[in-house]
């Protein structure tokens, strides 16, 4: 039961400081309120960012001890366009990258990067990169000097861009967290707009953690919780606060109380009468 609320529109545009997908906001509690529940009403977000960002689009490749830097330009990529500009200036000399030929063999979903001459090489990855061409994160890897000095992905690659979004916020805790909602955008192409309504306030409110500020912080970022980058696009959402009803929390953690007992007298029933059913 909500026993007092106030509404606001945020438009990251108009905000206090920072970017489109971090930023501080102004949201002008009334004094002496008993707010202790936020939630968020609605959500609007283009889906405008790339699959390979500035300051996220680098790996490093070494050729006979010497190790290259190897940065991509940030944009939207496919496997044909992405192998195509690796080809054409960004790998060393005499290293290439490529896939199967899907027209006459069956495609694995991988990358073989193959080096040159009898001397070592080596892959290595930081936090970005990795996933696209099938590796993983933190890690270095040898060529196979007994396969014609070639490695391939050791995981099938991913061109997906960032379909699940994270809204950050220290206007919440959510158990333990700061995260107010989680939006999926599987469904949504790229440059859409990814847009989100509420159908249960209960299930997605979350603990208010203080009613006596009136600037609170905004972060937009991937299920690693890095921040997204909408690329000068603006994000826009409303949300709620709200006085809840201790009975009503009283209530509803009794329900769920209930719930999870019922569930265990449940198995308890049961699980003599699997028993005999076996014997």
Partial sequence: MILSSKTFSVNSRVRESGTNTDFSYILDL????????????????PKSWYLIPENENYFFITDN??????????GNYNRKNLTYQLNNGLLPG?????????????????????????????????????EILGFEANTEYDFDLNNGSAIKS????????????????????????????????MANLSFSTIVWHLTDIDAHSRMLTTNQNNIYNF???NEDNHILSTNGLNCV????????????????GYIKYRVGQDEINFQKEIEPEEKKNKG
Avoid at 102 to 115: H, P, R, W
Avoid at 154 to 174: A, G
């Fill in 30 to 45: 009334p004094p002496n309120n008993r707010f202790n529940r936020v939630c968020i009403l609605d959500f609007s977000c």
């Fill in 154 to 185: 050791r995981n099938v690659v991913s061109f997906q861009k960032e379909n699940t979004i994270k809204l950050h916020s220290n206007i919440c805790d959510n158990n333990g967290t700061d995260v107010l909602l989680n939006i999926y955008g």
């Fill in 219 to 221: 972060r937009i970022t």
């Fill in 65 to 74: 001890q010497t190790e290259y830097k190897i940065e991509i330009t940030p």
């Fill in 237 to 252: 959402f409303s949300l709620i606060v709200y006085e809840q009803s201790p009975i009503y929390r009283m209530l509803n």
């Fill in 94 to 130: 005499g290293i290439t990258i490529g896939y199967a030929n899907s027209a006459v063999e069956g495609d694995d979903g991988k990358f073989t990067i193959t080096g040159h001459g009898n001397h070592p090489h080596k892959i290595r990855f930081e936090e970005y990169m990795w």
